[in-house]
């Protein structure tokens, strides 16, 4: 079991440039969560993937963000047009679903996003 | 909504005094109830954990036990060591959404002095 990782730790933009974050999940594990952190503040669900299907998207995410999960396996997130509100930790989690059993997401570094 | 508030920090307490971070929630289904810890540097880790009501999870010498008269979750540790010193965040998993995506509170900052 080699953990969450996510890719880049750290990323500095200016603003209006695109930037991509990629999440790759415990090998084993069919769901994929995106989640934001500001400072001081808990993370904020963005989005979740079951496979390579995205069932649900938070109001935080505005049509700027995209992500996708192709064959289930990483994940990136897309920001595009990116703005000093972007500024945050983008936390990646992944968890294994079966059945009715409770479920524990495992949470990645994440990717801190420092727009200027 | 799903909610967690938890008791503001920053918590600065000497090794081996005896720790209580608060932690209530409102929730629209029946949710399940867990800390997280962030240790500077590193990320989420879940520390433990409570599926229904009067369960105690325990982990590391930490305790909590799932109150649903008192929408509680109040983190215990009886003698804290300075490497305890974190980020404790408390959070809700609701079972009837399909997402069960996790609502944390704001955290709260330990810091134990030696």
């Known amino acids: 079991d080699t953990g969450v990782s996510q890719n880049p730790r750290h990323k500095i933009t200016k603003r209006g440039q695109n930037v991509t974050f990629r999440c790759d999940p415990i090998s084993e594990h069919n769901r994929l969560y995106w989640y934001r952190q500001t400072l001081g503040q808990g993370p904020e669900f963005l989005t979740y993937?079951?496979?390579?299907?995205?069932?649900?998207k938070s109001r935080l995410l505005s049509d700027r963000f995209s992500a996708e999960r192709p064959k289930g396996s990483f994940s990136t997130l897309e920001i595009q047009r990116t703005e000093q509100g972007d500024s945050a930790m983008y936390l990646c989690?992944?968890?294994?679903?079966?059945?009715?059993?409770?479920?524990?997401?495992?949470f990645g570094p994440g990717t801190r996003l420092t727009v200027t | 909504g799903d909610s967690v508030t938890q008791m503001e920090g920053p918590v600065t307490l000497s090794e081996e005094a005896f720790l209580t971070i608060n932690c209530t929630y409102t929730?629209?289904?029946?949710?399940?109830l867990f800390w997280y810890v962030q240790y500077p540097g590193e990320g989420l880790q879940l520390l433990l954990k409570?599926?229904?009501?009067?369960d105690k999870g325990s982990n590391k010498g930490f305790e909590a036990t799932y109150r649903k008269e008192t929408t509680s979750f109040h983190l215990e540790k009886g003698s804290v060591q300075v490497s305890d010193s974190a980020v404790y965040f408390c959070a809700l998993s609701v079972a009837s959404g399909s997402a069960r995506q996790l609502t944390f509170g704001s955290g709260t900052q330990l810091t134990v002095l030696p």
């Open positions: 993937f079951q496979n390579e299907a995205q069932l649900e």
């Open positions: 929730a629209t289904g029946y949710p399940s």
């Open positions: 989690a992944s968890s294994l679903v079966a059945g009715l059993g409770r479920h524990e997401q495992y």
């Open positions: 409570a599926t229904k009501a009067d």
